[in-house]
């Protein structure tokens, strides 16, 4: 999904009527809560494990902010929904009724794992070191 794509689905995750945002740039009020949410959810997930493969590469992928319409987060499209979850999970109380915010908790907790089992090394180490798995 893209960045306005992502930010269309968090507004409707939210069950707030109407469609929108038609764009990311240039929001006030509701829309730019919902874009705002986005982006700082996309940030977040990239910056919750020190672990992730694409921080163990060389050079280590630089940590990406979503700006424009089309922007794609780097991760692949079936994990997008993690981002949206993360951002509904954020939103204040006064926005989200308690059965989003439970829904967005589990929701969240589920698609997190899915980013763990895809995006972090299997390695165990045992010891000191002295072996891996």
């Not at 921080?55 to 991760?75: E, M, V």
């Not at 009724?97 to 390695?123: D, F, G, K, N």
């Amino acid at each position: 999904m893209t960045f306005l794509e992502l930010c269309q689905r968090l507004r409707a995750e939210c069950q707030d009527l109407g469609s929108g945002p038609d764009t990311v740039t240039g929001q006030s009020g509701r829309m730019l809560t919902y874009v705002t949410a986005i982006r700082e959810a996309w940030v977040k997930v990239q910056l919750s494990r020190t672990d992730w493969e694409w921080l163990r590469t060389d050079p280590a992928t630089p940590l990406q902010s979503l700006a424009a319409d089309g922007d794609s987060p780097f991760i692949e499209e079936p994990y997008h929904m993690a981002i949206v979850w993360l951002a509904l999970r954020g939103l204040s109380l006064s926005q989200v009724t308690t059965e989003l915010r439970i829904r967005a908790e589990e929701e969240w907790s589920t698609y997190h794992s899915m980013l763990v089992r895809r995006y972090v090394p299997a390695t165990l180490t045992f010891g000191n070191g002295g072996g891996e798995w």
